[in-house]
């Protein structure tokens, strides 16, 4: 998967009529997952002007569709990679929302795992989101503790 573009830069933010309709359809779909909850798939009917089909979707798919159209709901592009998928530096910076250079320090320091080729860097899509999962922790425990501080202080109630 390394030669295929994960993160595409033609990407176009979702205009209000697509958000609209992708909020419904969040809904609707988060609704049926919650009513549902022990269902491992579900069949879905599509239909169009001219056609009529349906199809069985896995239920994990379902979920990430329903998390894909409530990102669309609120004006964000998307975008899927396969987690054995591996990144190129820019790609990974652009996942994790820094600059490339940022990015290159932080495997530079080991703090994200990743191998060389040629003089090129890649990283794995995992150790990106293993490292994301821990600097999210180290950053919501840092903020825990300052409310905490501040609430000591009478600064925060």
């Known amino acids: 998967m390394a030669s295929s573009t994960l993160v595409d830069h033609r990407l176009t933010l979702p205009n209000e009529r697509s958000a609209t309709q992708a909020g ?11 009513e549902h909850p022990d269902s491992s798939d579900a069949t879905v009917r599509l239909v169009a ?13 379902l979920t990430l569709l329903a998390d894909v159209l409530a990102q669309i709901a609120n004006g964000n592009a998307v975008t899927i990679a396969p987690v054995h998928a591996e990144l190129t530096t820019q790609q990974a910076a652009d996942l994790l929302g820094v600059s490339r250079p940022y990015l290159v320090k932080l495997l530079e320091e080991r703090k994200i795992p990743h191998r060389r080729v040629g003089n090129r860097r890649r990283v794995m899509l995992t150790d990106l989101v293993a490292y994301k999962r821990i600097d999210d922790a180290e950053r ?18």
């Open 24 to 34: 419904v359809a969040a809904d609707i779909l988060k609704q049926f997952l919650s």
């Open 49 to 61: 002007d001219t056609a009529d089909t349906t199809v069985k979707i896995p239920g994990e798919a």
């Open 140 to 157: 919501l425990a840092i903020a825990d503790e300052l409310t905490a501080e501040a609430q000591r202080l009478g600064l925060y109630t």
